[in-house]
């Protein structure tokens, strides 16, 4: 028996050829064609991916990494069996920290749905990434585990109708959390390199990305500890994203059916383009009117004159127009005489010879009646000394 593919890992020409080999077998024993028999299984496989909340792709790459797990723990306890003789017995109880979660895909617990919607309710300090070209919510264990352990959860729990299991000693934050991994509600990932496996030397210049922004993947072991990273992949009721959509689709129609409009609206709407047209072309007018007048002051009045000096400035759609006119800013540059004149100051004194004077250093003090120090001079001077 051939071990599956790893999730990521293309299958190999023999594994391809086994596969196709079965599926034309199991077709022949249902009267249909390889084709027929594909089209039926794909789409058994998006009505599963349905119930269960997830795309196509999700619930395929789901699928992969279960029957990969479920080969290497075959390979665990075949090896453990030879090495001991028998199998080692599990206990049942609160997984603790590093302890592996099984994956069961089906259909999420409702007390799963209950815990992960209550968790995006909260503040769990999520940080977006980038699972197979989409953008998720990613979390840390332990805020989770803090959010449930906290007071606003044993209150949401004790509400009618909540969904949400009571914390309790026999039901610890763990256990609830474990409740996400089994429905594929949240799922541990880890930063990878989106460059990884393709082949090609690393680019000479660093593309530009977002700060804070991984490309994450999921983990075959589903392991609850808390400075591990998790995904939401449930993200709750679509309504927004739906009216958008609902509304878009209106609209598209309403440009299209244009020709049906009452000819009142119509009119209303030529009028309306035309106004538009005439204050894009005012604003071009007046754009090569400035740009006339600041020539002509710029020769006749220096530095010269800006209508509107704020047009065309990243400011506010008001503040563009804000002054009506003004003039043109001159740059300030420094002098070079009087950077020469900072260095010399600063320079130490040299004799003729080139080498450098060594003087004391002396502070003068000018003092007011009251005693107190009015100014202090913290310059060094150079006091010449009579050679004897």
Known sequence: MQAPPAPGQQPSPQQIAVMQQAMAAEAQKRGM????????????????????????????NQLKQQAFQNHQRQQQLAQQQAAAGQQ????????????QVPINPGTPDPRAVAVAKWLRSQDLKSRTC???????????????????????????????????????????????????????????????????????APPAKPAKRTKGLWHVR???????????????????PQWRTKLYAGGALLLIMAVIMFPLWPVKLRIG???????????????????IF??????????????????????????????????????????????????????????????????????????????TKGGAHERRNLTPRIEEVEED
């Open 33 to 60: 064609t390889p084709q027929q028999f594909q089209a039926a299984q794909r789409a058994q496989l998006e009505a599963d991916a349905k119930k269960a909340g997830l795309t196509f792709e999700q619930y395929i």
């Open 88 to 99: 080692s017995p599990t206990t049942p109880g609160s997984p603790q920290q590093g302890q």
């Open 130 to 200: 980038i699972l197979n070209g989409q953008r998720k919510d990613m979390f840390k264990v332990k805020r989770a585990l803090r959010a449930i352990e906290s007071p606003a959860y044993t209150i949401a729990s004790k509400k009618k109708n909540s969904g949400l299991p009571e914390l309790t000693s026999t039901f610890p934050a763990t256990e609830i959390f474990k409740l996400l991994p089994l429905s594929l509600l949240a799922l541990r990932v880890s930063k990878t390199d989106p460059h990884e496996g393709h082949g090609h």
């Open 218 to 236: 999921i983990e075959q072991q589903q392991d609850i500890s808390p400075e591990l990273h998790y995904i939401f992949l449930y993200e709750g």
């Open 269 to 287: 709407v030529w009028y309306l383009s035309m106004g538009m047209v005439g204050l894009i072309g005012l604003f071009f007018l007046m754009a």
């Open 290 to 367: 400035r740009l006339i007048l600041f020539v002509a002051t710029m020769f006749t009045v220096p530095p010269g004159l800006w209508l509107y000096p704020n047009l065309f400035e990243d400011v506010g759609f008001f503040d563009s127009f804000r002054p009506v006119w003004g003039w043109q800013e001159e740059k300030k540059k420094k002098s070079k005489d009087s950077k020469k004149g900072a260095d010399n100051k600063n320079a130490a004194p040299t004799t003729a010879d080139g080498q450098t004077l060594s003087a004391p250093i002396t502070t003068t003090a000018t003092a």
